[in-house]
C-alpha cells in the first residue's frame, strides 16, 4: 500500500462544466505532482507542487490548476471541460529530489460526455 | 529535453517463458531510469530503479534491468514469467530541469501471458 489516496475514483462530467479532483499524499511527502493517462497512453506530467507553490508545469492549458495545502495534499482543478480531458488522473508524491521514488495513487477516471 | 521510447507496445509470450521489454531513452543530462508496472484499473506500482552504481538492477519478484549509457538503454528482462505478470508496463525517466523534477513516460507495454 503507497499510501497516496485519490477521490472519488469515478465521475462523469458533461462538456463545459468544472471538475475537481483531491489527493492525499503519503506521510511525510513534501512534492505532489499530477500526471494525465489518456487511452493506451503513457502518463504525460501535469503541473508539480512544492511546499504549496507550483514549481513546474508541463504542456497543458492554464484551464487545468490546482493547490497544495499544509498538509501538502493536493486538487487538481479543470475548468471548461473537453472530451479530450477523459482519462486516467494520476497524482503521485514524493520528497523533493530527482532521486527519490514517487508513489502513485489509483488514480481518477474521468469522462467527459 | 528528455524522452523515452519503448519499442513494443504487445508482447505475448506463454507462461514460464523468458521475456524483455525494451526501453530507451534520450537526454542531455545525468538521469534515473524507472520502470512502473500498472494492473488493470489500477495506478502505477514502482518495480525497479537505477539510481546510480551497478548498472544491474533487480525486483524482489525476479524482474531485472541493466542500464546502458552507451546504448542508453534500459531493457527490462524476467527469465521465467507467470500468468500474474500479465500487465502494463512503462519505462521513465527522472530528472531536474527548470529547477524542478518530474517522470517522463514511455507509451508503454502490454505484456500478456499466456498458458
Known amino acids: 500500500e503507497t499510501g497516496v489516496t485519490q477521490s472519488p475514483t469515478h465521475l462523469i462530467k458533461t462538456r463545459g462544466q468544472q471538475v475537481t479532483l483531491r489527493c492525499s499524499s503519503q506521510s511525510g511527502h513534501n512534492t505532489v505532482s499530477w500526471y494525465q493517462q489518456a487511452l493506451g497512453q503513457g502518463p504525460q506530467f501535469i503541473f508539480q507542487y512544492y511546499r504549496e507553490e507550483e514549481n513546474g508545469r508541463g504542456n497543458f492549458p492554464p484551464r487545468f490548476s490546482g493547490l497544495q495545502f499544509p498538509n501538502y495534499s493536493s486538487e487538481l482543478n479543470v475548468n471548461a471541460l473537453e472530451l479530450d480531458d477523459s482519462a486516467l488522473y494520476l497524482c503521485?508524491?514524493?520528497?523533493?529530489?530527482?532521486?527519490?521514488?514517487?508513489?502513485f495513487g489509483q488514480g481518477t477516471r474521468l469522462t467527459v460526455v | 529535453a528528455q524522452s523515452v521510447t519503448q519499442l513494443d507496445s504487445q508482447v505475448p509470450v506463454f507462461e514460464e517463458a523468458p521475456v524483455e521489454l525494451r526501453c530507451n531513452y534520450s537526454?542531455?543530462?545525468?538521469?534515473?531510469l524507472f520502470w512502473y508496472v500498472q494492473y488493470p484499473n489500477q495506478g502505477l506500482q514502482l518495480l525497479l530503479k537505477y539510481l546510480s552504481g551497478s548498472t544491474l538492477v533487480e525486483s524482489i519478484n525476479g524482474f531485472e534491468a541493466e542500464f546502458n549509457k552507451s546504448q542508453t538503454s534500459f531493457h527490462l528482462r524476467k527469465p521465467s514469467v507467470h500468468i500474474s505478470d500479465t500487465a502494463e508496463y512503462f519505462c521513465a525517466v527522472s530528472g531536474v530541469s527548470g529547477g524542478y523534477n518530474k517522470l517522463i513516460f514511455g507509451a508503454g507495454t502490454r505484456l500478456a501471458v499466456h498458458p
Open positions: 503521485a508524491s514524493s520528497l523533493a529530489g530527482s532521486d527519490t521514488e514517487a508513489f
Open positions: 537526454s542531455s543530462v545525468s538521469v534515473y
